[in-house]
């Protein structure tokens, strides 16, 4: 029953490019609230008492609590959101109509002007290996869709068109996706 999580919903993110460089905080009783979900998750299924966090705050407060109720916690830059470089925080609306069109033209290959491209995030979540001992994860959207993508259809490069919706808030996925 190995899962990842993602986040809570972070505070100031509505509007915004929101990636690796912005560090919002979450509200801490929804934090709380997803820690106890992992650590009944962790119980139902006898895992570990364990988790692996991104570092950002929106994914690792959640390992902070769980570090308080005795799991171990191991931080793993690896979970971080994708890099979107100079447009990482701006209101969507500020980032320039052709630079969003470029996006949509090589979404893949697309180089966010100092961050990283999906391509790069799609080869980080997909070669991430769980720590030992450790079955649940925190990381956020962009880098699930990642990992499930590269493990459904590790051949084919992402369109825009194609690129599905993130998980919600809290929303559980298994690390280990097969499509049936």
């Known amino acids: 029953m190995n899962r990842v999580w993602r986040h809570p919903r972070p505070k100031g993110a509505a ?3 929101v990636g690796a460089r912005s560090d919002l905080p979450v509200d801490p009783r929804k934090t709380k609230r997803l820690a106890h979900r992992l650590r009944a998750h962790a119980r139902r299924h006898g895992l570990p008492r364990a988790v692996v966090t991104s570092p950002l705050r929106r994914a690792a407060d959640v390992g ?3 570090r308080r109720w005795g799991f171990a916690w191991t931080v793993d830059p690896t979970l971080a959101e994708i890099d979107f470089g100079a447009w990482d925080g701006l ?11 470029a996006w949509v033209q090589d979404f893949a290959g697309f180089d966010f002007e100092g961050g990283e491209s999906l391509h790069r995030l799609l080869e980080r979540a997909g070669a991430w290996v769980p720590p030992p001992g450790c079955a649940l994860a925190v990381s956020h959207g962009g880098w699930m ?3 499930r993508w590269r493990q459904t259809q590790p051949e084919r490069p992402p369109q825009a068109a194609d690129w599905p919706a993130a998980p919600g808030y809290g929303e559980a996925w298994p690390l280990d996706y097969r499509k049936p």
């Open 64 to 66: 902070r609590w769980l």
């Open 91 to 101: 209101p969507w609306a500020a980032i320039p109509p052709a630079r969003f069109d």
């Open 15 to 17: 509007g915004r490019c």
């Open 145 to 147: 869709l990642a990992r």
